[in-house]
């Protein structure tokens, strides 16, 4: 990685410009790039930061007819900082006399309340999720050069059509270059600010990141008085990471109530810190199991708390998958969603993309070399999915892109798959 250059982030096509009339919501987890990127893509506006105490004693005084005199079209940082910046920017909207603005924050809860209290209906919502493969790979803060395989998936083309014509194995220098952007992000996950640190810096980073999260988006979503407990269910919660969620096991744990344990979850779900993926069950078998699974957002994240430090083990590279899977998604805004599939005997698809287009099956095998059980999964529910079936992959460490089954099914290295 390149130090001290601001990489390209793919949302950034997709946010308005600002001379269109448009209110516009970018939120994510903390130090995503939320500030950088709104200065980056509306670098003609004002920047406003709520955060500072002196800053909401100003907005305060500020009347409603006077909004857009006084700040106008502006990006405004920790929005939920100063709930009335909400209604003022609602007045002054409605009245024509403001045209733009972007509101910033990661406390996702505080900011969906009052969008939905006061702006439901005016605002555009997009989320800045920490770096995805392509963009570690990109390395430059200029636009991709093209759209990675995993764009492919969320169109409607059949697994054969979309991997028919790649080609089966990459010269070293390329593979080469894609594999290093997969194992950055297999060790250090995505937030932006590691790129620039040494390993050392790194680890102390991950360690504060920690400590930040606790003390200012917890506080912010739960006024906890103690913190312990929910440290330690997020320690716990992070050694499940692509497992099935047991609130019952996950509260005895942690020494909490099962209410408790809810809650607790969907505080880290709600803070962008973990993904809860459902099964899927709708009109195949009644053995399925409907339990849904948890997984952890960020790798780097993942390893801190979980203390695993060793090679990409099963759950990180599953989790990474996942992971980079809901980012590309939620970033380019497609149609989808995910879910799992597993039955009560033991029959598993790791990941089940469903589409307007179709279903796609997924396997993530984190080995290089992949067995004719691979695909068993993958098959049994091709036939009972029928015609919306659009093809299976099994998603492996390897570097070859091969057919390996029917109907449809192919092998595909994960670091040619998001980059």
Not at 20 to 47: D, E, F, I, M, P
Not at 208 to 217: A, I, K
Not at 367 to 376: E, G, H, I, P, V
Request: net charge positive.
């Amino acid at each position: 990685m390149k130090n001290n250059i601001q990489l390209y982030r793919v949302l950034e096509k997709r946010l308005p410009p600002s001379d269109k009339r448009s209110l516009v919501l970018l939120t994510g987890a903390r130090q995503t790039g939320k500030t950088t990127l709104s200065k980056t893509r509306y670098s003609n506006l004002r920047y406003l930061n709520l955060d500072a105490p002196e800053n909401r004693e100003a907005v305060r005084g500020i009347s409603s007819s006077l909004w857009a005199r006084d700040i106008g079209a502006a990006v405004i940082d920790e929005a939920q900082k100063e709930p009335v910046v909400f209604e003022k920017v609602k007045f002054a909207f409605d009245d024509g006399a403001l045209s733009f603005s972007i509101l910033l924050g990661s406390s996702q809860i505080l900011l969906l309340k009052k969008i939905r209290e006061t702006l439901a209906g005016r605002v555009s919502i997009y989320e800045l999720w920490p770096l995805m493969m392509c963009e570690i790979l990109n390395d430059s803060a200029t636009p991709l050069r093209k759209d990675p395989l995993v764009d492919s998936l969320f169109t409607a083309m059949h697994c054969d059509d979309i991997l028919g014509d790649q080609p089966g194995v990459l010269l070293d220098d390329e593979n080469a270059m894609r594999q290093r952007a997969q194992d950055y992000l297999l060790k250090w996950g995505g937030m932006p600010a590691l790129t620039a640190l040494s390993e050392n810096d790194r680890r102390q980073w991950l360690k504060d990141y920690e400590y930040t999260y606790l003390e200012r988006d917890v506080a912010d979503l739960a006024r906890l008085d103690d913190l312990l407990p929910f440290r330690k269910f997020q320690r716990l919660a992070a050694l499940r990471s692509g497992c099935l969620l047991n609130y019952t096991e996950l509260a005895r744990d942690a020494a909490v109530s099962v209410d408790t344990a809810r809650r607790y979850l969907e505080y880290l779900r709600l803070s962008y810190q973990t993904i809860v993926l459902p099964p899927y069950y709708s009109n195949l078998t009644s053995t399925v199991i409907k339990t849904p699974k948890i997984y952890w957002l960020d790798t780097g994240l993942l390893r801190y708390l979980s203390g695993m430090q060793e090679a990409a083990v099963g759950s990180i590279y599953e989790s990474m998958v996942v992971s980079e899977l809901l980012k590309w998604m939620k970033t380019m805004g497609h149609e989808g969603d995910l879910y799992f599939y597993r039955t009560r005997s033991g029959l598993e698809v790791d990941v089940i993309l469903e589409s307007p287009a179709g279903v796609i099956g997924m396997e993530i095998k984190s080995r290089k070399m992949l067995a004719a059980k691979d695909t068993t999964g993958l098959k049994e529910i091709a036939s009972v999915i029928g015609k919306r079936w659009r093809g299976g992959l099994v998603i492996y460490a390897g570097n070859e892109i091969k057919r390996i089954a029917s109907p449809g099914i192919w092998a595909v290295p994960s670091h040619r798959l998001f980059t």
